[in-house]
């Protein structure tokens, strides 16, 4: 089961591109819900902004029957809207990018004491071992940082 990934009202605010008023605005209006003060889950965040803009959309199609200005006005509102959920990045694709490159640095460093000691069997081990060492180190620090990354702890 995964971890609901909660924002800061200023987070909130800049992943929509809008100020903390209108934050404020839409969790009145209920767009968005809150698990406590300043605690925005980040699905309830995407799923409001998505859905007050399509209404937002929606209101502004009516008005703009027969009105050439307004139906432009309209467009631009579309093209925001899909611009905003096309900038929206899958909560799991940051992780798999972590791995990916784990795994390309680790097959890149086990060649190193093969290339640095292809005829030294004690210094090849020796090394061996450093970078096993300090591969190790790096996996658990990207198992931190995507346990951070999954709470929604965005440094």
């Known amino acids: 089961m995964q971890k609901v990934q909660h924002l800061t009202l200023s987070q909130a605010a800049r992943l929509l591109g809008v100020s903390t008023r209108q934050i404020g605005k839409l969790r009145e209006m209920g767009f968005i ?24 959309a929606d209101e502004a199609l009516e008005q703009a029957r027969g009105n050439a ?5 309209t467009r ?5 809207i899909k611009r ?8 799991h694709v940051p992780g798999e990018v972590m791995d ?7 097959e890149e460093m086990r060649k190193i004491p093969s290339n640095v000691y292809p005829n030294d069997p004690e210094n090849h081990a020796k090394i061996t071992a450093m970078i096993e060492k ?22």
């Open 134 to 155: 300090s591969l190790a180190r790096m996996e658990k620090q990207t198992a931190a940082a995507k346990a951070r990354l999954a709470k929604g702890n965005i440094r």
């Open 100 to 106: 990916e490159f784990g795994v390309m640095v680790a």
């Open 69 to 73: 200005a307004t139906r432009a006005r």
């Open 33 to 56: 819900e809150t698990d406590g003060p300043g605690r925005y889950p980040l699905i309830s965040v995407i799923r409001g902004a998505i859905n007050y803009y399509e209404i937002k």
């Open 84 to 91: 905003k959920v096309d900038d929206l990045i899958a909560v």
């Open 76 to 80: 631009e509102t579309e093209l925001r």
